[in-house]
């Protein structure tokens, strides 16, 4: 090697060194890994990305542009020198650093150590090193086991979400387990979530941490295998098959395959509604790679639920539903008020069963009501919950469905943009205007609505002050509306307001609110806060005394 070659290597030790010299002087190494028997070591990765005189060493992959602003000096190594005499050179590096590591709590039962370099034909992308300890991996295979046996199999207690954050990679890493069991893995994770099914909270981290898993596997594992795999300009995964995907030996498929479906179906069910699509991706995959299940499953729907959960076939109504399409199907054959009690109740049972609550109705039904409020979509979801709506003895179950659907994040399939709508939305309008019976209802919805993305609610705001006014049954819901408001809502209650009672009303209610909720609850009435102070100054009392509480509680007095 030449001197600038020589110079260069010695950089990037300099920086293999210096990362391990800072992880050897961590002082909560032993406390990290006894939290849970089933972490072994912290690192299992090392990646190391040059560029001249920005040479960068971390145990986060953070891409090509790792190294911050593009080197200013071009590369002395051509690939072939990487290739033949860095890569071996680093390699030893690593290997006499790890060899004093061998027992540390520092390092994981593999360890790699990857390698992005700039070199004088391009950057250069390859494995470095890698090793296994196999006292270490052994003694892992062995707590797993443990762990299966004693705390699942055998166990009747809750378990802890980071243990399950590590056994679910455990179970789908193939330098642990060559060989992939789809059905034992399977049963593992259900048995997981058996045993956490009464801690709501919990049995979602434990879920969560399942479904990433599996996610991990399926994107940088199996997939990989059979599909080249690029990012769309939207930051999506897009697919291709490899033209030489060896799709022949269907048995060695059926495994992995299996637990595709499976993570399919978690994916659709338990997810969050933005996540959902990558379930239906992974079953036209699957698909696509031959499975008739995936083909069947694409049709007719998962096989979460029995047949007579999604199929109801009446003499009032018909009613299908597909969980991959997050889609209900209803025909409704009598217009009467117990064909709409079949399917709302249909799809009420549906919901509490786990299917998505982001999901769209396709409706067949002579009858075209919609609700009094501007702005909703114009969809089929919306015309089958107001020809429901019609008919007041079906309210009381429509509340029920309604607190069911309601979910932060979660929408109606069929809308999209400044229509969109949590699901729940147009049984929430409708028994709102209808009777104050349902305005804690409204009150709920409100405490839910993700007004980040919900515009349409506003428009609720002003039908239902109109049709309820200030009342002091109506302002509790209708302070619920105006916490999650938009500056573009406009109210035009002032005159109702100018009723000292009322006022009075409001204003208890309004200074009971935290302060950074106030000046949102007064804009749509009064404007800026300046503008109020103005009304303030010129009212009389008792008024006067009123206004300026509500300054006082928004903190400009």
């Not at 040059?50 to 891409?63: E, F, H, Q, S």
């Not at 052994?138 to 979400?161: A, F, N």
Request: hydrophobic share 40%.
């Amino acid at each position: 090697m030449n001197t600038q070659q020589e110079a260069a290597l010695e950089e990037m030790k300099m920086a293999i060194y210096q990362w391990f010299d800072e992880q050897e002087n961590r002082k909560e190494l032993e406390a990290a890994v006894k939290r849970t028997t089933l972490q072994i070591g912290i690192f299992n990765e090392l990646v190391l990305n040059y560029r001249p005189g920005k040479t960068v060493v971390d145990d986060v992959n953070l891409g090509h542009n790792a190294a911050g602003k593009k080197s200013m000096n071009a590369s002395p190594f051509t690939q072939e020198q990487i290739l033949h005499e860095v890569q071996p050179l680093l390699s030893e590096i690593v290997r006499e650093r790890l060899d004093k590591l061998k027992t540390s709590p520092l390092i994981d039962y593999r360890f790699t150590l990857q390698g992005t370099f700039a070199t004088t034909d391009g950057l250069v992308e390859l494995i470095v090193f890698e090793t296994v300890f196999e006292e270490k991996k052994q003694q892992l295979l062995q707590r797993i086991q443990s762990y299966i046996e004693e705390k699942l199999e055998k166990g009747c207690y809750p378990t802890k979400p980071l243990e399950t954050f590590f056994l679910a990679r455990h179970l789908l890493d193939p330098y642990l387990f060559h060989e992939l069991e789809a059905a034992r893995t399977i049963a593992v994770f259900e048995r997981i979530q058996a045993l956490n099914k009464e801690r709501a909270q919990a049995l979602a981290e434990h879920r969560g941490n399942i479904i990433q898993a599996m996610k991990d596997w399926a994107e940088e594992i199996f997939l990989a295998r059979y599909f080249d795999v690029t990012r769309s300009e939207y930051w999506t995964n897009e697919y291709k098959m490899k033209p030489d995907a060896a799709l022949d030996n269907k048995d060695e498929l059926n495994q992995p395959i299996d637990l595709l479906l499976y993570s399919a179906v978690m994916i659709i069910r338990y997810e969050p509604n933005y996540n959902k699509s990558k379930g239906k991706t992974y079953l036209e995959l699957a698909s696509q790679l031959g499975s008739v299940k995936a083909t069947r499953m694409l049709k007719e729907g998962s096989d979460a639920f029995a047949r007579e959960d999604v199929h109801l076939k009446h003499e009032l109504a018909e009613c299908k539903a597909n969980d991959v399409f997050s889609l209900v199907t209803v025909v409704i054959r009598k217009e009467e008020a117990g064909a709409y009690e079949q399917a709302i109740s249909f799809i009420f049972s549906l919901l509490r069963k786990g299917f998505p609550k982001s999901y769209k109705i396709k409706l067949k039904s002579s009858v075209r009501e919609s609700l009094p409020v501007k702005g909703l979509a114009k969809s089929d979801t919306h015309r089958f919950f107001a020809n429901a709506l019609a008919y007041t003895e079906l309210h009381l179950l429509l509340e029920e469905y309604a607190r069911e659907a309601m979910k932060e994040f979660e929408w109606y399939e069929d809308t999209e943009g400044e229509k969109n709508v949590m699901p729940g939305s147009y049984a929430v309008f409708g028994l709102g205007l209808s009777s104050e019976q349902y305005f804690p209802l409204v009150e709920a919805y409100m405490g839910l609505v993700d007004d980040e993305h919900q515009l349409v609610h506003d428009k609720f705001t002003v039908v239902f002050a109109e049709t309820h006014g200030v009342t002091e049954q109506s302002i509790p819901a209708l302070i619920a509306c105006l916490r999650c408001s938009h500056d573009s809502l406009k109210l035009k209650i002032q005159p109702e307001l100018e009723c000292e009672d009322k006022l009075s009303l409001f204003v208890q209610h309004v200074e009971s609110l935290p302060d950074y909720e106030i000046e949102r609850v007064l804009y749509p009435i009064w404007g800026k806060l300046e503008k109020l102070s103005v009304i303030a100054r010129k009212a009389q009392e008792p008024r006067k005394g009123l206004l300026l509480r509500l300054l006082k509680a928004a903190g400009n007095i």
